[in-house]
C-alpha cells in the first residue's frame, strides 16, 4: 500500500458554456452575469472555453471585485517549426549542432513573437490596470496580477464563485471560475494561445528502502563516496505542495549526509510563484526534496513553490535558467491550449539545455486515472516510471521488477499535435505502430509491499511510495552523475558556459538498452493498454519500465571522449570511382593533412560535373556487437563552383548505395559530422567482416535551363567513423 499519488488537477478538457445550456443544467443568474461582456464590436473569442465543471456546479454569485488573480497569458511561437528542428537538432547525440544550447532571450529572438507583438498584448492588459510582474525572455508568456474587476474587463468575461454538486470531484469543491469563453480585440486575440489564472478549481492532488541503499543500487556510490555529492550542480523541482524545511537538518542526520559549507540548508533556495503554495505540508513536497538532497546533498538546490497554475511555474523556471536539472511529480488536466503552452515552455528550456524530468503517474496504464494526463503526453520531458526492489542491506540489488501501479502506456485522448511518438522513440521493444508519445522512457524505485523510501515527515521517519519517489531520486543521481563526468573532461561547457545534457531522452534511446547501463526489468505487469493487450514488462524497451533502472556510473564511461565503448576507425582504403585524380593519398584523408584527397570533375550527360571517392572503414566488430555509428568528414572545393555534397552508405541488404546526407561544399572547407545510428538494421551497413563502405561525392548540376555544370577540383580532407560498442 503506497502513503500517496504525486498529482495535480488543473483545467479539465473544455467546453462552451453554450453547449450545456439547452441540457438546462445552468442557473439562470449565470447567464445574467455571463452576458455583460459576451458581445463586443471588434472582438475575437479566444481558443479558452469555460471549464465543464461549471455546468456540474451551483452557482453562488459573483466573485468579489477585489479579489486578486494570478494571470498567465500565453503566446505562441513565431516559428514553431524552426524550434521544434533546433530542439530536436541540439538534443540529438548524432547531430553535429548537439548541445549546442541557447540562452531564454535567444529563444524568443530567434523562435518568438516579433517584441512589438509581444508589446501589444502587454499594453493591452497594463491599459485595464493589471500589473505585470513578468514578460518571459523567450516571448511566451506574459504573468500579470489584476483584480476580478480587471480581469473581467480584460477578458471581456464574468468571473463567479461556484460548488460542486458532487463533493468528490477531481479538483476545489469550492472555486471562482470565468462563466463565458474569453475575448480580446482583434488584432490581439491571433497572439494570445491561452490564459490561466481566471479559474481556481484546479487543487493539488498528490500523485522502501534508504537514500544510501539507493545509491548503490543505481550505482552512485562509486563517485559519491569519492566526494562527488552535486558540488557544483542546479536542481530544482516544481512544487506545489507544502513542506518543512526543517525536517531537511532530521534528514541529514539520520542518514549522515555530508553537511554544506554553510551549514544543512543552506544550499536550499526558495522561490516563490504567486505567492507559492499557502496550505500545509502533505508529503509531497517534503518527499521531493529529501530524495533530490539524498543522492546529491551538497547541489545548489532549488524550490519552485507554485502557488498557482502550472504556466506560471514552467515560465519562472525557464526565464531564470538556472537550473541544469528540474524534476516535477504532479498530473496535469489541461486544456488543449494550456497544454500546447505548457509545450512551448517545455521547448524552451530544452533549447536552453535543461533537463526536465516527470514522475510518469501511480495509476498503471490508466493514466492519470484518465484526468491528469499531462505532462504523460509530453515528449519534451523524460517520463520516470516505478520498480519495485529488493536489496541487500547495503544497498545491493536482489531484484527489481515492474511496479504494478507505475504509470505505462499511452494516452490516445488529448488530441494535440505533439502528443506522438518522436522521431527520438525506437529501438528493440518500442511499438513502431502506436503513433503516440509512448511511457515511460526509464523506471526506479516506486513501490512495493514495503513502500520505497524512508523520509522525515513532520520530524519522523516515515515511507512513501510512488513515482514521485523515482524522479526526483533519478534527478539527484543524474546531477552527480554529471559531476563525475565533468572532472573526467566530458560535458564541456558550450557557448553560455553552460554543461548540460537538455533533452536527454535521445541519448538514452540511442544507447538502445545497452546491458551495461541499463537493468532490464523483465518480470511484472502494470495494467491493460489501451488496445486491449497487457502491458508486461519483457526483454529491453517495454510500457512497464521503460528501458529499465540506470546504471550511473556505467553511464557516465559511456560519455566519456574516447571511451573504452567507443573506436574512431579511419579508411582502410580509398578509390575514384568518377573524376580526374589531381594529387593526395590515403595517408593524407587519414590524418588530416593539409593537402587533402583531391580530383577535378568530369562531366556526365545529363547530370553535370561530378566525381566520386570510395572509402573503406574497417570496424572490426560483427553488426551485433555495434551501438551506432556516425560518419565526421572534412571536404571543400579548391577551385570552381561551390559543388554539393554527398555522403553514401552501401546496404549489404540490398545491394545499393544510399543516400545519407546532402550538403554545400565550400571552398574553405568544412567538417560535416553525418549522424547516423542504426538500431535493428546495422546488419544492413556492416559487412559480416565488420567494413563500412562510403561514398563521396561531389556534384555541380546541370542548371535549370540546361545550363552546364561548372567544373570543379574536390578535395576529401579527413574522414572517419566513430564506431560505439556494445
Not at 292 to 311: E, K, Q, S, W
Not at 544 to 562: E, M, P, R, S
Request: proline share 6%; hydrophobic share 35%; net charge neutral.
Amino acid at each position: 500500500m503506497f502513503h500517496r499519488n504525486a498529482i495535480l488537477a488543473s483545467s479539465l478538457a473544455l467546453a462552451s458554456l453554450l453547449g450545456t445550456a439547452a441540457q438546462g443544467q445552468l442557473v439562470p443568474s449565470m447567464w445574467r452575469y455571463g452576458q455583460a461582456y459576451a458581445f463586443v464590436s471588434g472582438l475575437d473569442q479566444l481558443n479558452v472555453s469555460v471549464p465543464p465543471v461549471v455546468a456540474r456546479s451551483r452557482y453562488l454569485g459573483h466573485s468579489s471585485p477585489d479579489k486578486v488573480l494570478h494571470v498567465a497569458v500565453s503566446l505562441p511561437y513565431g516559428d514553431a517549426q524552426g524550434m521544434q528542428a533546433f530542439v530536436d537538432s541540439v538534443s540529438d547525440p548524432k547531430s553535429p549542432e548537439y548541445r549546442k544550447f541557447i540562452t531564454p532571450d535567444e529563444v524568443g529572438a530567434m523562435f518568438g513573437l516579433p517584441i512589438n507583438r509581444v508589446d501589444a498584448v502587454v499594453n493591452y492588459l497594463k491599459s485595464y490596470g493589471l500589473h505585470i510582474k513578468l514578460v518571459g525572455k523567450n516571448r511566451l508568456s506574459i504573468l500579470a496580477d489584476g483584480t476580478v474587476a480587471q480581469c473581467q474587463k480584460v477578458f471581456h468575461t464574468t468571473i463567479n464563485e461556484y460548488r460542486t454538486y458532487d463533493p468528490k470531484e477531481h479538483g476545489n469543491t469550492r472555486y471562482y471560475s470565468f462563466a463565458t469563453p474569453l475575448q480580446m480585440p482583434s488584432n490581439l486575440a491571433g497572439d494570445v494561445l491561452d490564459v490561466s489564472g481566471l479559474e481556481n478549481f484546479t487543487k493539488p492532488f498528490p500523485m522502501a528502502i534508504n537514500v544510501n541503499q539507493g545509491r548503490t543500487l543505481y550505482a552512485t556510490s562509486p563517485f559519491f563516496n569519492k566526494g562527488k555529492q552535486g558540488q557544483g550542480r542546479t536542481v530544482a523541482i516544481s512544487s506545489w505542495d507544502g513542506y518543512l524545511l526543517s525536517n531537511i537538518p532530521t534528514f541529514y542526520s539520520t542518514y549522515q549526509l555530508p553537511t554544506p559549507p554553510g551549514g544543512v540548508g543552506s544550499n536550499v533556495t526558495v522561490i516563490p510563484v504567486d505567492g507559492g503554495y499557502t496550505g500545509g505540508a502533505n508529503g509531497e513536497a517534503d518527499l521531493d526534496i529529501q530524495l533530490v538532497l539524498g543522492y546529491a546533498p551538497l547541489c545548489n538546490f532549488l524550490i519552485y513553490d507554485g502557488g498557482g497554475p502550472l504556466i506560471d511555474v514552467l515560465t519562472q523556471e525557464a526565464n531564470d535558467n538556472q537550473a541544469d536539472i528540474i524534476s516535477e511529480s504532479y498530473g496535469w488536466a489541461l486544456s488543449p491550449s494550456s497544454a500546447t503552452s505548457a509545450h512551448n515552455l517545455h521547448l524552451s528550456m530544452n533549447a536552453q539545455g535543461i533537463t526536465y524530468m516527470c514522475a510518469s503517474g501511480d495509476s498503471g496504464t490508466n493514466i492519470g486515472y484518465g484526468f491528469y494526463t499531462y505532462s504523460f503526453y509530453e515528449p519534451e520531458v523524460l517520463l520516470v516510471g516505478g520498480t519495485e526492489v529488493t536489496v541487500q542491506s547495503d544497498g545491493t540489488r536482489v531484484n527489481e521488477v515492474a511496479w504494478p501501479d507505475g504509470g505505462g502506456g499511452w494516452d490516445d485522448q488529448d488530441a494535440v499535435p505533439f502528443n506522438k511518438r518522436p522521431s527520438w522513440q525506437v529501438g528493440t521493444g518500442v511499438p513502431t505502430n502506436i503513433n503516440y508519445r509512448l511511457g515511460p522512457d526509464v523506471a526506479g524505485n516506486a513501490g512495493g509491499p514495503s513502500d520505497a523510501y524512508y523520509i522525515v515527515f513532520n520530524g519522523q521517519l516515515t515511507t512513501f511510495s510512488g513515482t514521485s519517489c523515482s524522479s526526483p531520486a533519478f534527478a539527484g543521481g543524474l546531477a552527480t552523475a554529471e559531476q563525475q563526468l565533468m572532472s573526467l573532461g566530458g560535458l564541456p561547457p558550450n557557448s553560455q558556459g553552460k554543461r548540460r545534457f537538455g533533452r536527454i531522452n535521445d541519448l538514452f534511446y540511442s544507447q538502445n538498452g545497452r546491458s551495461d547501463v541499463w537493468y532490464d526489468v523483465t518480470s511484472g505487469s502494470n495494467g491493460i493498454l489501451p488496445n486491449g493487450s497487457i502491458s508486461t514488462a519483457g526483454l529491453k524497451w517495454d510500457f512497464c519500465t521503460g528501458w529499465g533502472a540506470i546504471n550511473f556510473d556505467k553511464f557516465v564511461q559511456t560519455q566519456l571522449n574516447n571511451g573504452n565503448n567507443t573506436v574512431n576507425v579511419s579508411p582502410s582504403s580509398v578509390a575514384l570511382l568518377q573524376g580526374t585524380y589531381v594529387s593526395g593519398s590515403l595517408n593524407d584523408i587519414v590524418n588530416g593533412t593539409g593537402t587533402g584527397y583531391r580530383e577535378k570533375s568530369a562531366t556526365v550527360p545529363g547530370v553535370g560535373e561530378s566525381s566520386i571517392v570510395q572509402l573503406t572503414f574497417p570496424t572490426g566488430l560483427a553488426p551485433t556487437k555495434i551501438v551506432s555509428i556516425a560518419m565526421t568528414y572534412k571536404v571543400s572545393a579548391v577551385s570552381g563552383a561551390d559543388p554539393t555534397g554527398q555522403i553514401f552508405l552501401w546496404n549489404f541488404t540490398t545491394s545499393k548505395w544510399e543516400l545519407v546526407k546532402s550538403h554545400t561544399v565550400i571552398h574553405t572547407g568544412a567538417t560535416v559530422q553525418i549522424p547516423f545510428t542504426l538500431y535493428t538494421k546495422f546488419a544492413n551497413y556492416v559487412s559480416s567482416q565488420g567494413d563500412v563502405r562510403a561514398l563521396v561525392r561531389f556534384l555541380s548540376p546541370i542548371g535549370r535551363r540546361g545550363e552546364p555544370g561548372t567544373s570543379f577540383t574536390g578535395n576529401v580532407r579527413y574522414a572517419k567513423f566513430a564506431v560505439t560498442k556494445s
